[in-house]
């Protein structure tokens, strides 16, 4: 029979590979869906492309490709494991077995790996070398993100014999402080003796002074534990003996030693040695209610990874919306049909995301959905764009302050963002007393009082966000030089769904964004009529349409040939040369939140040292590219180099629209703004090319292009600004790099809390203590 098999594989041994250096095998899940190993049909790698596919799609790939060699892989779990700390399942706390053999399509012959010997000697011999290549290759996930979601870490040696002094010490649940330096952040606990001190040899963004370490070299006590954010879930040990973090099992025990119950800790968020959030955990969550938990299509929750229910909150609401469901579930046997040979780099059934979305770090909800706004754009060509529900117009006016001259723009946008002003707090005078008290209790080293929440109106909010911004350096076309100027912002068009911002987070000295705590009287409808803008009126003057001189020296006036290389000059220094010094310590604080430090390097230097916000979202956008975290080399002159078009997460305007810091920088150039406009869409945003493309087209060319393209302008589904609240993202914590998000819908006229993989009715959704809030159009009936 081995023989016959034998025979059986010779005509396909062409198309049996070995896996080489940078082959992907993707041997842990189906490139279509979530099969593995573990599920009921297990999985087929391709031993030709080394893709994976559930029973499901195998054929489909056979049928397209002709591959018909498959490796079939199933695992067996025999015995779970008692686990302790209600730690995840993983591959290592199962007892399996696996199972590996060929199969030959379309007649599904197999042939058990074990018997591989059996066959003819010389397509053995081939055979097991691929064979053995692709179960000893690691998986594609695996190989493509070295900071995956499951971190090995191992139990202490220590853990189980660890002795703990009965010396009477007790933690208290606020007012922590080092013991050494008073220092209030980055604090740990000696597991052996009680000790409070100070840490500093994590790059988690808090600073120490090393006392945790000091106090192990003069004790020898090994284990210690972050106060920070100790909850039953999350308790960051760390062993000073063996070097390295740690799991310890008996962790609640050696709590309770201290007198720290760890069961009511899981409900607390510390931040800054001030008593903990108890109730915002407790409400958005709506612990201690009895939710009646519900099934079904719509209602199936998803697996937090690690820090994924950032990710998990803003895909649970945007598959609730119809347009994204049309798009990537009802479209679902097109994109099947119609993927490329290699799935698993196409976003239609990937919806991939951004290297840093996939990393074992908490990452901000809002740039994780302006990120997949961005991703959705670019890949939807040829099929129903389901942004369009989101897309509006905004427009802003610009009024010169010293001639009261005008000027209306219109920009695309996705997501409106809500000033929250803590100033017109209702109880304002409750938080100015409370801030009284803080303060004295720092002084006199005391526990800090309760913390009281602002309470702000949402009209107030409304007010905030139509406020005129002061302009100081605005440059008036009228005036030809510089003057104060004010905007403002008023829809041009309002979307389907309105997507509305709360402004919770500020930045602080370590440029981690802290959150504000407040509460907001968040409308279930919604009425923003009286925010449409209005365009010129009557009486108003407009600007004219000019744009700063450049000022050239008087001999070389006249010579296009140096004239068109002083202006190549000066775009070169605005686009590469903003900031011949590096702020290394700017670069430090990036370094700090977990990115290489070259990387970081190069952000502050293309983002011309404008702070670390700007840089960080010039990492998020860079973050894919070969050479991200090679050291920063300068490029010399005329040499191309990074356009500003593509220095930040979704800064750019889509749909082709020239950003407009772009557009700024070639009119200030003397040139008007139509032809720069036209000249950055025909040239993809790219500054240098821009340029070449202004010295290369006649002006009659430039405006008959120009009117071509507005007429295929961005898509927008304008109508009354009337809305519906019907879903909103809470987070829980003091900063977007920690903490945990959940989400509520209202689906069949029921609210719905999404936490994760546990879905149940709500009773009390916390619609005053939300990030992000989803509103749906009325109808006009």
């Not at 002094?165 to 052996?192: A, F, H, Y």
């Not at 780099?345 to 997949?372: M, V």
């Not at 030809?480 to 829809?491: D, E």
């Not at 689906?747 to 009773?763: A, Y």
């Amino acid at each position: 029979m081995a023989a016959d098999l034998g025979e059986l594989l010779v005509p396909y041994m062409p198309t049996i590979r070995v896996p080489k250096t940078g082959d992907r095998v993707f041997k842990s899940e189906c490139a279509f869906s979530y099969d593995s190993p573990e599920s009921e049909g297990g999985l087929y790698v391709c031993m030709n492309t080394f893709l994976g596919f559930g029973r499901e799609h195998v054929e489909r790939h056979y049928r397209k490709t002709g591959q018909s060699v498959y490796m079939h892989l199933k695992r067996h779990v025999k015995e779970v494991r008692n686990l302790e700390l209600n730690r995840d399942f993983n591959g290592d706390e199962y007892d399996c077995e696996d199972e590996a053999k060929l199969v030959i399509f379309p007649d599904h012959f197999e042939i058990p790996l074990p018997n591989i010997e059996e066959l003819p000697a010389l397509v053995s011999e081939c055979v097991t070398i691929a064979c053995d290549a692709v179960l000893n290759a690691a998986s594609a996930y695996k190989k493509q993100e070295p900071d995956s979601w499951d971190e090995e870490i191992q139990v202490s040696k220590h853990a189980r014999s660890l002795r703990q002094q009965d010396n009477g010490v007790r933690i208290p649940p606020s007012g922590w402080k080092c013991q050494k330096c008073e220092m209030k952040e980055n604090l740990w606990l000696n597991l052996s003796d009680g000790a409070v001190l100070c840490g500093k040899w994590f790059f988690d963004g808090s600073g120490g002074n090393g006392h945790a370490l000091d106090h192990f070299k003069d004790t020898n006590f090994p284990l210690a534990v972050k106060l920070d954010n100790l909850t039953l879930d999350i308790a960051d040990i760390y062993s000073f003996d063996e070097e390295e973090a740690v799991l310890d099992p008996q962790i609640s025990e050696h709590l309770q030693h201290f007198g720290i119950d760890i069961i009511p800790i899981q409900r607390v968020h510390n931040t800054n040695g001030m008593r903990p959030r108890v109730s915002e955990w407790e409400v958005i969550q709506e612990s201690g209610m009895k939710l009646k938990a519900v099934y079904g299509s719509g209602f199936t929750g998803i697996k937090n990874l690690g820090n994924s229910c950032y990710l998990g909150t803003i895909m649970q609401v945007l598959f609730s919306i119809p347009e994204f469901q049309r798009a990537y579930v009802g479209n679902l046997q097109r994109i099947y049909d119609y993927s490329p040979l290699d799935p698993s780099t196409d976003f239609s059934t990937q919806i991939n995301g951004h290297p840093e979305f996939s990393s074992n770090r908490q990452q901000d909800a809002q740039k994780f959905f302006l990120h997949l706004i961005n991703l959705v754009e670019r890949n939807c060509v040829g099929l129903e764009n389901p942004n369009n529900a989101f897309r509006y117009l905004v427009e802003e006016r610009v009024q010169c302050c010293q001639t009261q001259k005008v000027r209306y723009t219109q920009k695309v946008d996705y997501l409106m963002q809500l000033p929250a002003p803590i100033e017109a707090a209702s109880n304002r005078e409750e938080l100015i007393a409370y801030e009284a008290k803080r303060n004295e209790a720092e002084e006199n080293m005391r526990a800090p009082p309760e913390p009281v929440r602002a309470r702000i109106p949402f009209t107030a909010c409304l007010q905030a966000f139509t406020e005129p911004e002061n302009v100081p350096d605005f440059w008036s076309s009228e005036l030809q030089a510089k003057s104060a100027g004010v905007k403002t912002s008023r829809f041009a068009s309002f979307p389907e769904y309105l997507v509305v911002q709360i402004k919770k987070f500020t930045f602080v000295v370590d440029w981690v964004p802290k959150k504000v705590d407040l509460s907001i009287d968040m409308p279930d409808f919604l009425d923003l009529s009286r925010l449409r803008g209005t365009g010129l009126q009557a009486g108003e003057q407009e600007l004219p349409d000019l744009t700063p001189p450049i000022v050239l020296p008087e001999d070389t006036r006249g010579k296009k040939g140096f004239f068109r290389t002083k202006i190549l000059t000066n775009l070169y220094q605005s686009t590469h040369s903003w900031a011949p010094e590096i702020d290394e310590s700017a670069a430090m604080q990036l370094a700090e939140m977990g990115f290489p430090l070259e990387a970081c390097r190069k952000a502050i230097y293309y983002t011309g040292n404008m702070g670390p916000e700007m840089a960080f979202n010039w990492i998020i956008a860079h973050m894919e590219e070969p050479d991200f975290a090679e050291p920063l080399a300068l490029p010399t002159f005329m040499e191309p180099g990074p356009s500003v078009a593509s220095s930040g997460l979704a800064a750019t305007p889509l749909d082709n629209h020239p950003p407009e810091e772009s557009i700024a920088i070639l009119t200030s150039m003397g040139f008007p703004r139509r032809h720069t406009v036209q000249a950055l869409k025909a040239t993809n945003n790219n500054l240098e090319r821009a340029l070449d493309w202004i010295f290369t087209h006649t002006e009659r060319e430039e405006e008959e292009e120009e009117t071509s393209d507005d007429a295929s302008g961005p898509q927008i589904k304008d109508g009354p600004g009337r809305y519906e609240l019907f879903a909103f993202i809470s987070h829980i914590g003091a900063s977007t790099m920690s903490g945990h998000y959940v989400c509520h819908i209202k689906k069949e006229g029921r609210w719905v809390i999404f936490n994760d993989h546990k879905v149940c009715l709500s009773e009390r959704p916390p619609k005053d203590l939300g990030y992000i809030y989803f509103y749906r159009r009325l109808s006009s009936s």
